[in-house]
């Protein structure tokens, strides 16, 4: 809309928000002053969360799957601020999307408004004190497998007001960037930009099948890996040379190397019942197949790889009841001596 000093502005919020008046002769850095608007155009502010989801997300297309809503419609909405603010945002092509000029400064101011007004509505669900909302969850692989996964349906039922919208990734992704609540991390020290909890340690066996150990015997001491087939995990520090604590507290390390690489621990353990070789993989991935047999842990008196896990997630000013409760919750589920190792 145009304002009687010939200035245009925009709406950012819902019921108590900001107005900002931008400069109408097209310098979109000269942002001319910004006031509180009671009863804002709730239009807006659809438009421009969804503008700030496209740039977060690098495209219509991914940030259409976020928000689980068609590409069209998207782009409608970006359009329709871009109409509204009689400026062209992003720049388009069929590769990539990119930010004008106007664009950036819109999308800076944009995002911190719309923090504000997300840390606004955890405060007052922080004073209601009941967890709700849709929780975006990040975990590796195996472990969200294994692990997160089954643990959900106790969480839902404890906290029936919380959707749950887990990715399940090996790589290590930008909790903020991506728009991720709270992440697993399973690591020696997670980003010193998040705030972490660590619920417990990941301890590594040696390992393989009685199949295997049967008709290619069972090694006494690390160096004997050597002679042996190994399989190894791609992600894992150190892969083909391994560290050991001597049992008289000494240092000592292997390399090792197999007919098998692999990047998931359940696709390791798989091969690993099936008697292909011997590996170093986290018990929490082989710990019941060791209490019943199915595998056998080695050179158990040689300390090896121990790192931790975490749940981290982005320093907020108000930390959102439903990310305190999933913390909680799976912190209590798993703690210091987790299940798989009792």
């Not at 049992?247 to 007919?259: E, I, L, Q, W």
Request: with cysteine; aromatic share 8%; hydrophobic share 40%.
């Amino acid at each position: 809309m145009e304002t009687p000093d010939s200035h245009r502005c925009f709406c950012l919020g819902d019921h108590s928000t900001y107005l900002f008046l931008i400069d109408n002769r097209g310098n979109w850095n000269n942002i001319v002053h910004e006031y509180v608007l009671i009863g804002a155009d709730l239009d807006s502010l659809t438009d421009i969360a969804v503008f700030v989801r496209v740039v977060d997300s690098g495209s219509f297309t991914a940030a259409a799957e976020r928000l689980h809503i068609s590409k069209s419609v998207v782009s409608k909405y970006v359009t329709r601020l871009e109409e509204r603010l009689g400026a062209r945002l992003l720049n388009r092509t069929t590769r990539r999307l990119s930010l004008t000029e106007a664009g950036r400064v819109f999308y800076e101011r944009s995002r911190k408004g719309l923090a504000d007004i997300e840390d606004a509505q955890i405060e007052v669900a922080r004073l209601q004190g009941e967890p709700r909302g849709t929780l975006r969850l990040n975990a590796p692989m195996s472990f969200g497998i294994l692990h997160v996964a089954p643990a959900l349906p106790e969480f839902l039922k404890r906290y029936p007001d919380v959707t749950v919208d887990m990715n399940l990734d090996d790589r290590k992704v930008d909790v903020i960037e991506e728009g991720f609540d709270v992440s697993v991390r399973i690591s020696e020290l997670p980003d010193s930009s998040l705030v972490a909890k660590r619920i417990a340690t990941c301890r590594h066996a040696i390992v393989a099948a009685p199949s295997y150990l049967e008709q290619h015997g069972t090694p006494r001491t690390p160096v004997d890996l050597r002679d042996h087939n190994v399989i190894t995990y791609r992600y894992q520090e150190s892969a083909l040379e391994w560290h050991f604590q001597t049992p008289d507290n000494k240092s000592t390390s292997v390399a090792v190397s197999g007919s098998l690489i692999m990047n998931n621990s359940l696709a390791l353990r798989a091969a690993l019942l099936e008697g292909v070789g011997i590996t170093r993989t986290p018990t929490f991935a082989v710990g019941k197949d060791i209490q019943e047999g199915r595998l056998v842990p080695l050179l158990r008196d040689y300390g090896t790889l121990e790192i931790s896990i975490f749940l981290v997630y982005p320093q907020r000013r108000h930390l959102s009841p439903k990310v305190r409760a999933f913390v909680d919750f799976m912190a209590e589920r798993i703690s210091e001596t987790p299940y798989w190792e009792r």
